[in-house]
């Protein structure tokens, strides 16, 4: 899969998981995309230092990136 192919893939996925973040006052960016199988994300607003951040991370986003592309292997959250 060419690069730009994926990353519209994963900012679909992201679209997708946007709007249940933001019901909780967050939001999430997508940083990068390393090797055509690592995501990097960053999550934003009340998302960050939240205790079920790596939850969400895990099985919401990671979950709905992989559904969309498979290829990826896992999200990294960066923190500021």
């Known amino acids: 899969m060419e690069a730009q192919e ?3 893939k994963v900012e679909q996925a992201l679209k997708e998981i946007r709007p249940f973040l933001q019901n909780d ?3 999430i960016s ?3 995309i390393d090797h055509g199988t690592v995501v990097r ?3 934003l607003g009340a998302c960050v230092g939240c205790t079920v951040n790596q939850m969400t991370l895990k ?3 990671e979950m709905t ?3 969309h592309a498979p ?4 999200v990294i ?3 500021d």
Request: charged share 30%; no cysteine.
């Open 6 to 8: 994926l990353k519209e």
């Open 25 to 27: 006052g967050g939001d």
């Open 30 to 32: 997508l940083l990068s």
């Open 41 to 43: 994300v960053q999550l």
């Open 59 to 61: 099985s919401g986003v």
């Open 65 to 67: 990136i992989k559904k």
């Open 71 to 74: 290829q990826i292997e896992k």
């Open 77 to 79: 959250n960066v923190e």
